[in-house]
């Protein structure tokens, strides 16, 4: 009944705009051999009728989607939006559209996403998560769907696999505070099962080891978000460890934990200093202003829609920035630099 109502509402867009179905159908899916005149007045006959064409029809009567898929972990933190604000704008200048989902970190949540993706047949698919599950890969060669992995995965023949080096990244934050004399140094985290947020913590460790064996640091864990810094910095300073300095495994939990010492009367940088990660647009509005890594969310953003829209089967790796501002500083003059 569905078919037979749509075929109608297609006819009668037809005869109000004076052209054949075949040219609605053309101006539906966006073909470039309608001249603008008729275009523009087949959009009106569909506005003025109140007319939405389904999506998933035209996939199955073209045999091709103008939709791409992203699936996110964490839709909350701003290092997915932006990516996904990145991806929109390119897929929009290109005639398509962006499906997102969200799985809050959940491996069996990110499995289902790809096959909702598969099943609503889309154009390409773009893999913006830090957990993985090794079916998911299969699925996705079978599928034959253009795939863009980030942070996970390794690139294939329709798979392009973008990574960030990480480890680097670490490093030039502990050397940032190395040299400025801390060597009491403790790191946030969230879900350290996770490859990209466990990455980052194993290289805080060898980072401060390669300087001296004697260095002592702690790790606390919480959920990713604002009020996950907040409670981790809780938890950390509970431990009795007293740090110098925290490096936060991202920007939005660093936000949370300034928080947490703000409301203690712990002066950031003058008794503590806090580093970020990502520099998401908010590390600009911490106060202080937050110290961290960039990652070029929008150069990612564009990577995914051009890998997607063309060359594949790609592996990339970016190399992250360290960006000073001022919520780190010289150790308290009171305590000794050993």
């Known amino acids: 009944m569905e078919c037979i109502i749509k075929s109608m509402n297609l006819q009668a867009v037809a005869r109000r705009a004076k052209v054949s179905t075949a040219t609605v159908s053309r101006v539906i899916n966006n073909l470039d051999v309608v001249r603008p005149a008729t275009r523009q007045?087949?959009?009106?006959?569909?506005?003025?009728?109140?007319?939405?064409?389904?999506?998933?029809?035209?996939t199955l009567a073209g045999g091709k989607s103008r939709t791409i898929g992203m699936i996110a972990s964490n839709m909350e933190n701003p290092f997915f939006f932006d990516i996904f604000q990145t991806l929109e704008e390119d897929a929009h200048a290109n005639g398509y559209e962006v499906v997102v989902a969200n799985t809050g970190y959940q491996p069996g949540k990110l499995l289902s996403s790809v096959r909702m993706m598969i099943s609503r047949r889309v154009a390409g698919l773009a893999v913006i998560v830090s957990e993985m599950d090794p079916a998911l890969m299969h699925e996705l060669q079978a599928s034959k769907i253009p795939a863009v992995f980030y942070d996970v995965g390794s690139a294939g023949r329709h798979i392009t696999s973008i990574k960030v080096n990480y480890q680097r990244g670490i490093e030039l934050l502990v050397e940032h505070l190395y040299s400025l004399g801390h060597r009491r140094m403790a790191f946030i985290g969230h879900d350290s099962a996770l490859g990209p947020t466990s990455d980052r913590e194993r290289a805080f460790k060898a980072a401060l080891a390669r300087h001296s064996k004697k260095l002592k640091s702690v790790v606390a864990n919480s959920i990713d978000g604002l009020d996950g810094g907040r409670q981790a910095m809780r938890d950390l300073l509970a431990t009795g460890f007293n740090p110098t300095a925290v490096v936060c495994v991202n920007d939005f939990m660093a936000a949370g934990a300034l928080r947490e010492l703000r409301d203690r009367g712990l002066r950031v940088p003058h008794e503590i200093s806090v580093t970020g990660y990502d520099n998401i647009k908010l590390s600009e509005y911490c106060f202080p202003e937050l110290t961290t890594v960039d990652i070029p969310r929008v150069k990612i953003g564009h990577i995914v829609f051009e890998s997607l829209a063309g060359a594949q089967g790609r592996e990339i790796v970016l190399d992250p920035e360290l960006v000073i501002r001022t919520s780190t500083g010289p150790i308290p003059a009171s305590i000794k630099i050993r």
């Open 41 to 58: 007045r087949v959009a009106k006959a569909m506005q003025d009728l109140n007319y939405h064409p389904n999506p998933h029809a035209r």
